[in-house]
């Protein structure tokens, strides 16, 4: 006859084994998801473009976004982060990157969404490349889940261009 020592290890062993499957089948289960979310960014006005005392060239944008990322929600979503990044080239690099909102959105209910703002992050270009520049706006998302491995995609909205000239130059005003 086993012991009582023997015996709950047993059980213990096969209560985290089987606990570690139904894991890993929770991770797998959401590959299942085809998520289709949908964003829109449409921009309203450029309320500051400049050339900084340094150089750089900085732009103030104003823009409404809105976004339908309620497909990205299943059972296993804790929560998601988004944000919104302006994607452009210049001939020093290939891909230049700035952030300019986000939102960690809790739950399905705070998925659909439609905001009206200004870039909450500096729109700063190192150098005076923005003039005339031709960008995209690109919607990231990174989805948290309870269990398993973070995901991220993103849809890319081309055909903006900013001004020609600068709207305030800090040069003139100090």
């Known amino acids: 006859m086993h012991s009582f020592v023997y015996r709950a290890n047993a059980l213990l062993t096969f209560a985290l084994t089987v606990l570690g499957l139904m894991c890993i089948l929770v991770s797998l289960s959401v590959n299942f998801n085809s998520p289709s979310p949908t964003s829109q ?17 900085e732009v103030v944008l104003k823009m409404n976004i809105s976004a339908n990322l309620q497909s990205l929600f299943t059972w296993n979503t804790k929560q998601v982060f988004v944000f919104l990044a302006a994607e452009y080239e210049t001939p020093k690099n ?55 491995m973070m995901f991220a995609d993103k849809i890319a909205m081309a ?11 800090s040069r003139k005003s100090s």
């Open 94 to 148: 290939a891909l230049n990157q700035v952030s300019l909102w986000d939102r960690i959105i809790p739950s399905e209910e705070h998925a659909k969404f439609w905001v009206e703002t200004k870039n909450n992050y500096r729109f700063v270009d190192q150098g005076s490349n923005l003039r005339g520049k031709d960008f995209n706006l690109t919607l990231h998302w990174h989805v948290m889940p309870k269990v398993g």
């Open 159 to 169: 055909g903006f261009r900013l001004p020609d000239s600068y709207t305030r130059d």
């Open 41 to 57: 960014v449409q921009i309203l006005n450029v309320s500051g473009f400049r050339r900084n005392r340094d150089g750089d060239d």
